[in-house]
Nanobody, 123 residues
Framework: QVQLVESGGGLVQTGGSLRLSCAASGLTFSSYAMGWFRQAPGKEREFVAGISWGGGRVYYEDSVKGRFTISRDNAKNTVYLQMNSLKPEDTAVYYC????????????????WGKGTLVTVSS
């Protein structure tokens, strides 16, 4: 059974930083593309960042480029999202996702999802 478990969310002030982690189990992690999504209250879930199975390809939603960095450690079956210069509009539940194809992750239809971790950025 595939499990994706996010951690690292919390309350931070504007301009602060957080690092989210997503621990994966039940799959061959190094064969899966990974992604981060977020859903703010009253809004649809949106793609934030994606990374290929080997880490050589990364993609970001425009509003987070230059502020967020996605990375992965295949030895630890973990993907990370380093978030810097946080803004109130970054407030959302952040979800980790996995799929065999990075294009599917970017296309917002990955096969596996975590349950999310809440990030709140205060102004």
């Amino acid at each position: 059974q595939v499990q994706l478990v996010e951690s690292g969310g919390g309350l931070v002030q504007t301009g602060g930083s957080l690092r989210l982690s997503c621990a994966a189990s039940g799959l061959t992690f190094s064969s899966y593309a990974m992604g981060w999504f977020r859903q703010a209250p009253g809004k649809e879930r949106e793609f934030v960042a994606g990374i290929s199975w080997g880490g050589g390809r990364v993609y970001y939603e425009d509003s987070v480029k230059g502020r967020f960095t996605i990375s992965r450690d295949n030895a630890k079956n973990t993907v990370y999202l380093q978030m810097n210069s946080l803004k109130p509009e970054d407030t959302a539940v952040y979800y980790c996702a996995a799929d065999g194809l990075l294009e599917v992750v970017i296309g917002k239809t990955p096969g596996y999802w975590g349950k999310g971790t809440l990030v709140t950025v205060s102004s």
